[in-house]
């Protein structure tokens, strides 16, 4: 929990985040989390010409399968037993197979098709031969062919049929197919290690907290599970994050961004100011709100922020942009130049989709019922202030779905307030990474809490970098990152390996029925 979603989930896509207009009396929406993010800047990490991959993914190598999926998990009324297909992929390339209880890893898809993760989570299958281990990809339900009622259309109807659409029934999901994946292969002692970033970063660690029989460990990749019920002061987080990487970089864009705001009011308060602004960022229609200029601006520099990644560090071509304005010296011929480094060259700006995406619409039903994440912005910031307004969300919610979100239920069923304390007397085997440029890295774990629930994080990284696909280019500071985390996951399968043999031993199980993987150190 794109903490900013979505390189992602760990590149990207100025993403969709969806934000209602900045200046107006509205909430503001949760900004979407994802790994992946979009392809929205221009010299896009994964364009042509970018740096060579080190991945080893094949799309040929992985194997589709659906799971008869329970609709309802934790009832027993007659339409909970209703069933759907959900989608599920396998790479057992590198597996060393059942016979040595060779490793799973398990990738837990969030809010988006589970297409989108394939090519851009690099982590599986980067490591998957070294660890011997076979990789599973689950889509999220409600997301890509993982959709119930038969129909997207019937699924998303009304709050009847989304009711099942939430993070508990999602990692119950994930436990069915994993229990059932490995009955399968009769792997019922290959370990699991989950895999999430973002929002699935979030479920990862929860799923191993709450599947602890199913899943040894679990690696949270920018999870910003402390994002619930105010244990980040709402205006401390996200916005500000996003300003402060911006201040670093140059304090003459910070200050250009933080004065244009007004200055796009004025002039859409003047007679024709609308036509003014259209011409002025070369619009693909003509504006009929200032609040379309302003989301689209909001998106381009919280998606640069959440995306900061080398080698382009999309932060650092905007305000780029912004400081070396040749074609006008006001301040919004620098913001227009800055939307054009970050855009590339292009005919027309400014074009907001005419659709929503299954993401934009899966994403905004989530945040208005367990994933309430109280994002507001401060005084200080270079966007527009923002209080975040509880009432005012849950009116905002009811009017759309016509039932309430439960703003308390995620530190009622997974916890977070006080986590050092909890998580420090049985919690085991997870590793909350984090970039600290991202800004959802404020609800973040950002210390150990103990010597095998962990945080590593990087000071120059950004969303979910440590998970997406390795490159040539790739600093020292994040592929040590990643060996770091490859480390720590050996010693998780060493102890348990080790234990198995122990365990096999007092029970008299024969030692031909539990072999092991050799060499994991």
């Known amino acids: 929990m794109n903490p900013l979603i979505s390189l992602l989930q760990c590149l990207l896509i100025a993403i969709s985040l969806f934000i209602t207009p900045p200046v107006s009396a509205s909430p503001l929406n949760i900004p979407r989390l994802s790994p992946t993010g979009r392809t929205f800047e221009h010299g896009d990490y994964f364009a042509d010409g970018q740096p060579k991959a080190l991945s080893n993914f094949g799309p040929n190598d992985f194997e589709t399968f659906y799971y008869k999926q329970t609709l309802d998990h934790f009832n027993y009324r007659p339409d909970s037993f209703s069933t759907f297909q959900q989608r599920y992929l396998i790479n057992s390339k590198y597996w060393g197979s059942s016979n040595v209880s060779a490793p799973i890893l398990a990738y837990l898809g969030a809010e988006e098709p589970i297409d989108d993760d394939l090519s851009v989570i690099g982590f599986l299958s980067e490591n998957a031969n070294q660890l011997q281990a076979l990789q599973i990809f689950i889509e999220h339900r409600y997301y890509g062919k993982s959709i119930p009622f038969g129909s997207r259309e019937e699924a998303f109807q009304n709050a009847s049929t989304l009711g099942y659409f939430n993070s508990a029934q999602a990692i119950a999901d994930?436990?069915?197919?994993?229990?059932?994946?490995?009955?399968?292969?009769?792997?019922?002692?290959?370990?699991?290690?989950?895999?999430?970033?973002?929002?699935?970063?979030?479920?990862?660690?929860?799923?191993?907290?709450?599947?602890?029989?199913?899943?040894?460990?679990?690696?949270?990749?920018?999870a910003p599970i402390l994002y619930f019920d105010n244990i980040i002061p709402p205006e401390k987080g996200y916005y500000s994050i996003a300003t402060k990487d911006f201040r670093e970089v140059s304090e003459t864009c910070y200050q250009t961004i933080k004065k244009s705001w007004s200055e796009i009011d004025e002039i859409a308060s003047q007679p024709e100011g609308l036509s003014v602004l259209s011409r002025k960022f070369q619009t693909c229609s003509q504006l009929l709100k200032s609040s379309v200029l302003e989301d689209y601006l909001m998106l381009m520099y919280t998606g640069a922020a959440q995306y900061n990644r080398p080698p382009r560090y999309p932060v650092t071509v905007v305000c780029g942009g912004i400081d070396g304005a040749s074609h006008g010296n006001d301040t919004l011929s620098k913001i227009f130049a800055g939307v054009v480094a970050y855009r590339g060259n292009e005919s027309c700006y400014v074009n907001p989709p005419k659709n929503k995406s299954e993401t934009d619409v899966g994403w905004r039903w989530q945040t208005c019922s367990d994933m309430v994440m109280p994002i507001g912005i401060s005084n200080d910031s270079m966007f527009p202030a923002n209080q975040f307004d509880l009432k005012e969300y849950v009116e905002s919610c009811k009017a759309q779905y016509g039932v309430p979100p439960?703003?308390?239920?995620?530190?009622?069923?997974?916890?977070?307030?006080?986590?050092?304390?909890?998580?420090?007397?049985?919690?085991?085997?997870?590793?909350?990474?984090?970039?600290?440029?991202?800004?959802?890295?404020?609800?973040?774990?950002?210390?150990?809490?103990?010597?095998?629930?962990v945080a590593v994080h990087t000071k120059n990284g950004s969303h979910c970098l440590d998970i997406v696909g390795a490159n040539t280019t790739d600093p020292d500071w994040l592929v040590n990152q990643r060996k770091v985390e490859v480390k720590i996951i050996k010693g998780w399968l060493s102890n348990y390996y080790a234990e198995l043999r122990a365990y096999s031993n007092n029970k008299s199980i024969p030692l031909q029925t539990i072999k092991t993987v050799e060499g994991i150190h």
Do not use: C
Request: no cysteine; hydrophobic share 40%.
């Open 174 to 222: 994930y436990a069915e197919i994993l229990i059932h994946v490995k009955k399968q292969l009769r792997a019922e002692h290959s370990p699991v290690i989950v895999i999430g970033g973002s929002y699935g970063g979030m479920l990862a660690s929860w799923f191993r907290l709450k599947y602890p029989h199913v899943a040894l460990g679990a690696l949270a990749s920018s």
């Open 406 to 453: 439960r703003p308390h239920w995620a530190t009622t069923y997974f916890g977070g307030h006080d986590i050092k304390l909890v998580l420090s007397r049985f919690a085991s085997n997870i590793i909350f990474s984090n970039g600290l440029r991202d800004p959802y890295s404020s609800g973040g774990v950002l210390e150990n809490i103990s010597d095998t629930v």
